[in-house]
């Protein structure tokens, strides 16, 4: 009924394949079978997730003759933190895992970064797979290697480059997921058609309707065609000295407005959507993007149901928080651009009258 899609991310020896089928949590052992001969898994996962889909995976792990113990961490993003990781390196000791042994990741981004940096402390770097199962992690965190935990002075403060040795996306578990966490996961979508492919942003508008009801062929091809995007970049630049920051289109907005809601008034995607549009009124004003292009951007957002409307924090205190992000270099702002739909200019004159008009027009545009 559905077809198995294959992908490959390509960095010589650490390539690794990328798995997307509908039911595909059933064959996950057989897939593992490929790339190890282990007998010893440590399942990462919290306990939402677990229950959900934990029991199914296990099963074709035992099939496949691996030996799984498990380990949960509470679930939510103020869990990405040195305790727990700890507390997983704990269990990592207990279960006697060796140096051939693999961690499998089964949940969202917040699992598979922690259980990712997790397998590259242990042992100094032992394998792991993915199995995302939130759109935001099988179109984006899942795939490129970086893991990483939040330390109290800031995000993914305490990380590594370590790549996975396989990614196995069932897009079935979507079934499942909360409908605002679905359509924050689509912003990022997005991105990679605004970024990247033009023609991949006339399939996302349309077929809005069947995207937005999560149709499977739809899913299908948008998490293909994501994970096919970054793998592209991935592959020219594993550790974003270049080319691999257009990947932050939106980013550098977002995580201020992110900050200014306390992580808990915006997802992340809802904040990325929201920056894309500011940094689709600079691209506009610095004449990257024509009015035309502009609006169907706006328009695709809306389509998708995506929510795009700012919250009223003041412009400068936005703009004060985007000179903090970590990607900042010495306080001089770098932002990904739209130039067209389907490629981007990355610009570093934008002065902050520039800044502040953008983000007025984005507050202003609904
Ligand atoms: N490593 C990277 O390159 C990268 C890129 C982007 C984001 N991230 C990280 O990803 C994290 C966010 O990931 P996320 O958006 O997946 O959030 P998340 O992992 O917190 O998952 C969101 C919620 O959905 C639940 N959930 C997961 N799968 C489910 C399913 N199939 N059905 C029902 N509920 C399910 C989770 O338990 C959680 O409550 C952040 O920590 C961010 O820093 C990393
Ligand atoms: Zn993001």
Redesign the pocket.
């Known amino acids: 009924m559905y077809s198995l899609r294959e992908l490959e991310v390509s960095l010589g020896e650490r390539s690794y394949p990328i798995y997307i089928e509908g039911g595909l949590l059933k064959s996950s052992g057989i897939l593992l079978r490929q790339v190890s001969r282990t007998d010893k898994i440590l399942l990462v996962s ?1 306990p ?2 677990f229950a ?2 934990g029991r199914k995976v296990q099963e074709a792990m035992e099939k496949q003759g691996f030996s799984v113990s498990v380990a949960l961490m509470p ?3 103020q869990y ?1 933190n040195q305790e727990e990781a700890f507390k997983v390196l704990d269990q990592a000791v207990e279960a006697q895992l060796e140096r051939s042994s693999l961690v499998l990741a089964l ?7 922690l259980a ?1 940096l997790v397998a590259a402390l242990y042992q100094r770097g032992i394998d792991y797979v993915q199995i ?3 759109l ?2 099988q179109v ?2 899942s ?2 290697g ?3 935990i ?1 330390h109290p002075q800031g ?2 403060l305490i990380g590594a480059f370590h790549q996975p040795r396989m990614v196995i996306i069932d897009y079935l ?6 409908k605002r ?1 679905y359509k ?2 689509l912003a ?1 979508v997005v991105k990679y058609g605004i970024i990247h492919d033009i023609n991949f942003f006339d399939y996302l508008e349309s077929h809005a309707e069947a995207i937005k009801a999560q149709e499977a062929g739809s899913l299908e091809k948008i998490i293909y065609e994501s994970c096919r995007i970054k793998s592209e970049v991935v592959a020219k630049d594993e550790r974003e000295t270049g080319l691999r920051a257009i990947l932050n289109l939106g980013h550098t907005f977002g995580h201020s407005l992110e900050k200014l809601g306390n992580y808990s008034r915006l ?3 809802e904040a990325v959507a929201m920056g894309t549009i500011a940094a689709s009124f600079l691209a506009r004003e610095k004449n990257y993007l024509t009015v035309d292009e502009l609006e169907r951007i706006i328009k695709l957002y809306r389509c998708l149901g995506i929510p795009i409307r700012w919250p009223d924090f003041e412009p400068p205190a936005i703009y004060e928080g985007m000179l903090n992000d970590k990607k900042v270099i010495n306080h001089k702002l770098r932002l990904v651009l739209p130039r067209g739909i389907g490629n981007f200019v990355l610009s570093e004159d934008i002065s902050r009258e520039e800044l502040l008009a953008a983000i007025r027009q984005a507050q202003n545009s609904l």
């Open positions: 919290n939402t997730v959900l889909y679930d939510g993003e990405k949940g969202g981004g917040v699992v598979g970064d990712g995302p199962t939130t935001l992690s984006d965190s795939v490129g970086k893991v990483a939040n995000k993914n578990t979507l079934a499942t997921l909360d966490e924050s996961g990022e997802r992340h995607g």
